[in-house]
């Protein structure tokens, strides 16, 4: 039970109870959730790492070491394309 339903999320993959795709799986799964983009944040760059970060319902996939104002210009165009 979210108090309050985020504008966006991003997400790691390698957290230390769960997948992020796991996370993103279930976010996505519920009716009240699967309307917020999801950014992934992660060290995995496998090419493989990041098609499936997309099939289960990520809207971008960011690899670190990252540019903060890159992420934060994809957030704002994820808004933008999200929120009209």
């Known amino acids: 039970v979210w108090d309050h339903v985020p504008?966006?999320?991003i997400l790691d993959?390698?957290?230390p109870d769960h997948s992020g795709f796991?996370?993103?799986?279930?976010i996505k799964q519920r009716t009240e959730t699967r309307q917020i983009p999801i950014i992934f944040l992660?060290?995995?760059s496998a090419e493989q790492d990041r098609i499936?970060?997309?099939?289960v319902?990520?809207?971008?996939?960011v690899v670190k070491p990252f540019s903060p104002k890159e992420l934060?210009?994809?957030a704002k165009a994820?808004?933008?394309?999200?929120h009209n």
């Open 7 to 9: 504008d966006l999320i």
């Open 13 to 15: 993959l390698m957290l």
């Open 22 to 26: 796991d996370i993103c799986k279930e």
């Open 42 to 44: 992660t060290a995995r």
């Open 52 to 55: 499936t970060g997309f099939e």
């Open 57 to 61: 319902g990520g809207d971008d996939y």
């Open 72 to 74: 934060v210009l994809r």
């Open 78 to 82: 994820l808004l933008a394309r999200t």
